[in-house]
């Protein structure tokens, strides 16, 4: 059980596009998903907070416009990354957590963004 | 100061050993506990939750909470090979479901 998937497992894409990873909780319904960044060497770092049918929640300094958090259903997110530069190149990871599961937190598979 | 603090390692074990790994946090009314294994190029993993003081096994792994000092310890016992990993613990500090992350410690489990 807890399992949730992400789709592209990795994407490479030119500067000034936009890219959509999608994550799906695949046997629960997500109350609560998460979308993290995590540069090479480094620990993870949240970005927003998204719940069912409401706006995300953006954590400081994460720019909500440029990353446009979709949670449209209990078991999808979406990240988009918009106008993509190659500082954005990074690990985005997602996780998700039920109703069942009190507070922990399982993560997908992650998605490894190269803006070239 | 750091939310959650931890030892960046890396620790070398001989195969067979004990893996010991420390994490401290600063706030003092943080409920919910959490050890993530993360392997090179891959997603967290997670592999204890600890809610109470006190210890809580699950196979070969043992979390050990003490909320008094603040500190959350992770042992792993009869390290193998397949145990070379970044732990990285968790926290949940506030009122929300969001969780706080140490920096890792890596493992390295040599035969």
């Known amino acids: 059980g807890a399992v949730v998937s992400q789709h592209p497992s990795r994407v490479i894409c030119k500067s000034g596009t936009s890219v959509k990873i999608e994550c799906r909780s695949l046997?629960?319904?997500?109350?609560?998903m998460f979308w993290y960044r995590q540069f090479p060497k480094q620990s993870l770092m949240l970005m927003a907070t998204s719940n069912e049918g409401s706006k995300a929640t953006y954590e400081q300094g994460v720019e909500k416009d440029k990353f446009l958090i979709n949670h449209a259903s209990l078991t999808l997110s979406t990240l988009t990354v918009t106008s993509a530069h190659p500082e954005d190149s990074s690990f985005y990871i997602c996780?998700?957590?039920?109703?069942?599961?009190?507070?922990?937190?399982?993560f997908g598979p992650g998605t490894r963004l190269t803006v070239t | 100061q750091k939310e959650v603090e931890q030892n960046s390692g890396p620790l070398s074990v001989p195969e067979g050993a004990i893996a010991s790994l420390n994490c401290t946090y600063s706030?003092?009314?943080?409920?919910?506990f959490f050890w993530y294994r993360q392997y090179s190029g891959k997603s967290p993993e997670l592999i204890m939750s600890i809610y109470s003081n006190g210890d809580k096994e699950d196979g070969r792994f043992t979390a050990q909470l003490n909320k008094a000092s603040q500190y959350v310890s992770l042992l792993i016992r009869d390290s193998q090979p397949s145990d070379s990993a970044t732990y990285l613990c968790a926290v949940r500090a506030g009122y929300d479901y969001k969780l706080s992350f140490g920096a890792g410690t890596t493992v390295t489990v040599r035969a």
């Open positions: 046997d629960f319904q997500a109350t609560t």
């Open positions: 996780s998700a957590r039920g109703q069942a599961h009190s507070y922990e937190q399982y």
């Open positions: 706030d003092r009314g943080s409920q919910s």
